[in-house]
């Protein structure tokens, strides 16, 4: 019975899909778009298009701030979760919250996260200009200070080529909703595509998976 059980049993287990976190705001949750034409199914068609055996998760709630962020952090990143992409802040200098807040918030984030070993990529916000030189100055530089202390994978600015302004209109006319703010489906695509080799680089820290045949 033993030797027809050994004979039977399968080789070795399948090895499971890199499962990816995306902990953020309303730019990771799709706001108003298509089940679709969020960031999360986009970027995952895409990482799987590249051969990846990747699942992303939408860790994203509309409005949240850092703090809401760290206060659902661990039931929004489960025990399943292999790595995790930090896309958090932009409601914080919505709301003129102190930058000195959102950095420990952060800085608390990636503490947790990297204590269960978690690898990260974090994903940078610029102020918006309305809130003056000197909130910008201290809000933009929490990301990349962030990124340097801590060793973490880091995209600049989440929204690059999309959202923002240049002698004040837009830098991407057409990608983002009526508000201005939030990208539409098109505008998600340009981001996926632009944070997708950073994504790599983070499944790279995990070993190379091949995508499941």
Avoid: C
Wanted: zero cysteines; hydrophobic letters at 45%.
């Amino acid at each position: 019975m033993l030797l027809l059980s050994a004979l039977t049993a399968p080789a070795f287990a399948a090895e499971k899909p890199v499962t990816i976190v995306a902990l953020g705001d309303s730019l990771t949750a799709g706001y108003l778009l298509g089940p679709d034409e969020g960031f999360v199914p986009q970027l995952q068609k895409r990482l799987r298009a590249k051969g990846h055996d990747v699942v992303v998760i939408d860790g994203g709630v509309s409005g949240d701030t850092t703090s809401g962020g760290l206060s659902r952090l661990d039931w929004t990143v489960g025990p399943d979760a292999d790595a995790v992409i930090l896309e958090l802040g932009a409601n914080d200098a919505l709301r003129g919250i102190d930058p000195k807040l959102t950095r420990a918030n952060l800085e608390a984030i990636v503490t947790q996260l990297r204590k269960r070993g978690l690898p990260i990529l974090l994903a940078g916000m610029i102020a918006p200009p309305n809130m003056g030189a000197d909130y910008a100055r201290n809000f933009n530089a929490i990301f990349p200070e962030l990124a340097a202390e801590h060793k973490l994978l880091f995209y600049p600015f989440f929204l690059d080529g999309v959202a923002g302004e240049l002698n004040g209109k837009p830098v991407a006319p057409g990608l983002t909703l009526a508000d201005g703010m939030h990208p539409n489906a098109k505008g998600v695509s340009i981001i996926a595509a632009r944070i997708a080799p950073k994504v790599e680089a983070l499944i790279g820290e995990l070993g190379a998976r091949p995508a499941a045949k």
